[in-house]
DNA sequence: GAGAAAAGATTGAGTCGTCAAGTATTGAGC
DNA sequence: GCTCAATACTTGACGACTCAATCTTTTCTC
């Protein structure tokens, strides 16, 4: 008792610090796979995956910013690379001349099925090397509540 | 069936996208608390609190580089700050002459229990508004099965 | 015990993302 | 129909981390 300068302990904290280190862990070496065997970074990679399944394969910057978790200004310099690169294009919006839409190219959706390809089965093979299906989804299942409430924080 | 262009199912990727997306939420959150309450980072948070729970409040700096999921080149450049800020001190080793290590000062514990406070609070509050117990030890249990064996790869 | 390989740590260059501030466009209130 | 706040997005300055290269010290091998 007395050897415990600080608190550490309590669950929340525990439960806290796995997911820094299992987040550290994972991302530091599917990145550097996708990296090294594609170019692409994860960002890259989850912004071109919720292109290719959007409407028309494109999505205001904005609500693209929400859905992995990036600022405004970090999408616009993301997004500067896919587009520097041909997978993605600015198409401007008729009805509102603020937004602007990224728009994964046929290009784009090639690349991104080229690196789906090596990237999902490394995520396969850690992952069910680890986890029995049923842990899987508990895992997961845990993991979406921590997410705080995206835009819907009160409306009576 | 046909609006599927990519995989993007399987429970697998499922559970590492929630990681990826549970990691951005939390992180920024708190990272931007730590930063505007104390100005440390969770990283600067993350190391001193190791070196508060190391024997003599010391550690070689490649441990700590392990214990964060840090490369030592970034070790060495966070302990820069933290040296700088006087909460870290540099301690050279006896008997090699290579190794340096980390050692929390007096004042670095007392800063990192100032910041203990509110971090700890924000931490509690977040996670245990969404998880029961026993959901909290099922969380961080099967997260801790994700970090590959550290320094364990391989020995016949 | 001399030379080669390994281990601890740092540095330079570059990437990725943030924040704060700025521009442009839209829409609501009066 | 004019002002004013809100929204969409971009930019400049900066911070945190990585990789590759380097240096020093230690340890292994013969």
Not at 134 to 152: H, K, N
């Amino acid at each position: 008792m007395s050897t415990q300068l600080l608190a550490r302990e309590g669950a929340e904290i525990e439960a806290f610090t796995a997911l820094l280190r299992a987040h550290a862990a994972t991302t530091r070496e599917f990145n550097a796979d996708l990296v090294a065997d594609h170019g692409l970074t994860i960002n890259d990679y989850e912004v071109m995956l919720r292109l290719a399944h959007a409407p028309d394969r494109r999505l205001r910057r904005v609500d693209l910013a929400e859905e992995v978790f990036l600022t405004p200004s970090g999408i616009t310099r993301l997004l500067a690379g896919l587009e520097h690169s041909g997978w993605v294009e600015r198409v401007s919006c008729a009805s509102d001349a603020r937004v602007t839409y990224a728009q994964l190219t046929e290009e784009g959706l090639e690349k991104l099925r080229a690196a789906a390809k090596s990237h999902v089965a490394s995520i396969r093979i850690l992952f069910s090397e680890r986890f029995s299906p049923s842990e899987l989804e508990a895992l997961r299942d845990l993991l979406q509540r921590l997410p705080l409430a995206e835009g819907a924080s009160c409306e009576p």
